[in-house]
């Protein structure tokens, strides 16, 4: 199966959502990447509960959302009411991740693991079989727009051995400072999943942006 695009709705224009919801309807994009951020477990204040519902009375793709939240598992249900597909809490956050992740599946969620730029992947050995994603951070949580981390490459392979070797199912996503430079090298390192905020919405033509990433595997380096 090809790999996936998930645009950060972190980099739209929030005075035009509407718009960018419908663009990113109308682009080659598979997911929708929503970012929640609190202020205590990340230094920044994105959008929550009211806004994910908004922007899914517009959306015709599925909703991954990305919390950056402390106790995340405080709002499980919250989030699936606003329409989350996929909600992936912070490996960092969860001091319970295991019952965690079961109570997202029980909910009818795909549950998803994040994990910081220094967190090693190893950690997640024994929780591998229960998730149904991996997002590696490239970036420390918290900002668009920042440097991708170089060192996650070799983090992804690791990764991508660990559920090989298990049987595992678990899709990994990159999200953080990720572009037409460095996706290729993450698809052949074995991420499925493309985060891209800043890179999509900065761009002079974001649908083209959107269609350049989906297409990355085929352009000869
Ligand atoms: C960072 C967020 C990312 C962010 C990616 O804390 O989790 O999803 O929106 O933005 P770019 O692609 O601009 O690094
Ligand atoms: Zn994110």
């Avoid at 509407?18 to 920044?44: C, I, Q, T, Y």
């Avoid at 909703?63 to 402390?70: E, G, R, W, Y």
């Avoid at 319970?96 to 730029?117: C, D, Y």
């Avoid at 999943?193 to 350049?212: E, R, Y």
Wanted: include cysteine; charged fraction near 20%.
């Amino acid at each position: 199966m090809s790999h996936l695009v998930a645009p950060s709705m972190l980099a739209s224009d929030f005075a035009n959502l509407e718009r960018d919801v419908k663009m990113v309807n109308e682009s080659e994009a598979d997911w929708f990447h929503l970012d929640v951020m609190d202020g205590v477990f990340v230094p920044n204040i994105s959008f929550g509960i009211p806004v994910i519902s908004a922007m899914k009375r517009h959306a015709e793709k599925p909703f991954d959302v990305h919390l950056m939240i402390v106790q995340p598992e405080r709002y499980i249900k919250e989030f699936k009411n606003a329409g989350a597909d996929i909600l992936t809490v912070h490996y960092e956050a969860s001091t319970h991740l295991h019952r965690t992740i079961q109570a997202i599946k029980s909910e009818g969620m795909q549950a998803g693991v994040a994990i910081n730029p220094h967190t090693p992947v190893g950690v997640l050995d024994d929780i591998i079989e229960d998730v149904d994603l991996v997002c590696v951070m490239s970036v420390n949580p918290g900002f668009g727009g920042q440097k991708f981390i170089e060192k996650t490459y070799s983090k992804v392979e690791k990764l991508h051995n660990i559920i090989e070797s298990r049987n595992a199912s678990a899709k990994i996503e990159v999200d953080g400072g990720v572009t037409t430079e460095n996706a290729k090298k993450l698809l052949d390192c074995g991420a499925e999943v493309l985060v891209a905020g800043s890179f999509v919405f900065s761009a002079d033509n974001p649908p083209q942006t959107v269609s350049d990433l989906k297409n990355c595997h085929l352009v000869s380096a």
